[in-house]
C-alpha cells in the first residue's frame, strides 16, 4: 500500500541551529502536509502544499513540495526550545482519498 | 468557538470491557474522522463518518469496532471487548468540507487495556 518514509526518525541539536526533515514515497500525492505534535496533545497542522514545486513558508517554518510529487522537505530555522515535539509528514492518497502519515521525526533542542 | 473535543482524555479498562470514546467536532463541522496512534509511530486511519452516514470504514477492525456520528450528539468511537492491543492514543479530526485536509484534530483519548 502507499506508505510515507520520513526521516531522520529523531534529531537532538543546539538551540539557534536549522533543523531539516523530509518525506518521500514510491508513490505520487496530490497534496502533503506537515504536523506538529506535542505531548499529549493532538497534531496541529503547520503547512499545507497542494502544487508540484510549491515552497511555503510558515515564520520560521519552510516545506517543499517535490517536483516529481513524491516527496516533500520542511525545514526549521533558528531553532528554539519550543520547536521540540514530534513532526508528521501527511499526504492525500489519491486511490482513497485518505491522509496518509509518515512515522514522524522526534526533535529535540538544547537551550 | 471551541476546537474539537475528545473525550476522555484518558481510558482504563480491563480485558473483555466495553470502550465508548466520544468526539464533538468545531461548530459547523460536519465532517469527523477517527485514527489511531500507536506508541512511536504515525496516525493511522480508521474511519470517516458524515451525519448519520460512514462514508469509509477501511480502517476499521473488522470485529468489536463500530463508529457512528448520529444527528444529534457527538460521534462515538465503540470497541467492544478490548484486548491489550487496542491499547493506544484515539485522535478524532474534523472538517467543514469533503476534501479539506487541512483538518482539525482533538486531544485524543489515550486508551490503555489492563
Known amino acids: 500500500g502507499q506508505q510515507l518514509n520520513q526521516s531522520p526518525q529523531s534529531m537532538f541539536i543546539q538551540e539557534g541551529e536549522d533543523v531539516s526533515m523530509n518525506c518521500t514515497s514510491s508513490?505520487?500525492?496530490?497534496?502533503w502536509l506537515w504536523y506538529k505534535q506535542e505531548p499529549g496533545e493532538g497534531p496541529v497542522l503547520l503547512i499545507a502544499?497542494?502544487?508540484?514545486?510549491e515552497l511555503t513558508s510558515n515564520g520560521r517554518l519552510t516545506a517543499q513540495f517535490g517536483i516529481t510529487r513524491k516527496d516533500s522537505f520542511l525545514n526549521i530555522s533558528a531553532s528554539i526550545p519550543s520547536d521540540v515535539g514530534i513532526y508528521f509528514c501527511?499526504?492525500?492518497?489519491?486511490?482513497?482519498?485518505?491522509?496518509?502519515f509518515g512515522q514522524g521525526t522526534t526533535l529535540q533542542v538544547k537551550p | 468557538n471551541a476546537g474539537v473535543m475528545q473525550n476522555p482524555r484518558h481510558l482504563v479498562r480491563r480485558r473483555g470491557q466495553e470502550a465508548r470514546l466520544r468526539c464533538s467536532p468545531m461548530?459547523?463541522?460536519?465532517?469527523v474522522y477517527w485514527y489511531r496512534q500507536l506508541p512511536e509511530e504515525g496516525l493511522k486511519f480508521m474511519v470517516y463518518?458524515?451525519?448519520?452516514?460512514?462514508?469509509?470504514e477501511s480502517g476499521m477492525p473488522k470485529e468489536r469496532f463500530s463508529a457512528e456520528f448520529p444527528k444529534e450528539g457527538p460521534s462515538i468511537l465503540r470497541i467492544q471487548q478490548v484486548v491489550r492491543g487496542d491499547s493506544a492514543a484515539y485522535f478524532c479530526?474534523?472538517?467543514?468540507?469533503?476534501?479539506?485536509?487541512?483538518?482539525?484534530f482533538g486531544s485524543g483519548t489515550r486508551l490503555t487495556v489492563v
Open positions: 479530526a474534523s472538517s467543514q468540507v469533503s476534501g479539506d485536509y487541512g483538518y482539525t
Open positions: 508513490s505520487i500525492f496530490n497534496t
Open positions: 502544499l497542494y502544487k508540484a514545486g
Open positions: 501527511a499526504a492525500v492518497s489519491s486511490n482513497t482519498g485518505k491522509l496518509i
Open positions: 461548530k459547523g463541522h460536519s465532517h
Open positions: 463518518l458524515q451525519k448519520e452516514n460512514i462514508i469509509d
